[in-house]
């Protein structure tokens, strides 16, 4: 059983930065991967940015440049820094854990960008 703890959501105006967690109940060295999905209404989960247990990171292309996914071992965090928000990055952020074909997901956190 993997448990994810995720915090930083908010509202934020366009051009904005948020920084969002996700606190692991176990190692994040013994996932294969981690990532951040987003789910705005109507919409499909899509993911966001992801980072191997090597260190291999990967983002979608409407983010990339402006998202940045790194983690701490020492308190198996992973974050995701998001600078220049824009009113489209508007949707609840799901922390994902995927180890031995299985994904472990957060409870989400809102993300809500506008004036």
């Known amino acids: 059983q993997v448990q994810l703890v995720e915090s930083g959501g908010g509202l934020v105006q366009p051009g904005g930065s948020l920084r969002l967690s996700c606190a692991a109940s176990i190692s994040i060295f013994s996932a294969n991967s981690m990532g951040w999905y987003r789910q705005a209404p109507g919409k499909e989960r899509e993911l966001v940015a992801t980072?191997?247990?090597?260190?291999?990171?990967n983002y979608a292309d409407s983010v990339k440049g402006r998202f940045t996914i790194y983690r701490n071992s020492a308190v198996n965090t992973v974050y995701l820094q998001m600078n220049s928000l824009k009113p489209e990055d508007t949707a609840v952020y799901y922390c994902?854990?995927?180890?031995?074909?299985?994904?472990?997901w957060g409870q989400g956190t809102q993300v809500t960008v506008s004036s």
């Open positions: 980072i191997t247990d090597g260190g291999t990171t």
């Open positions: 994902n854990y995927y180890t031995d074909y299985r994904h472990w």
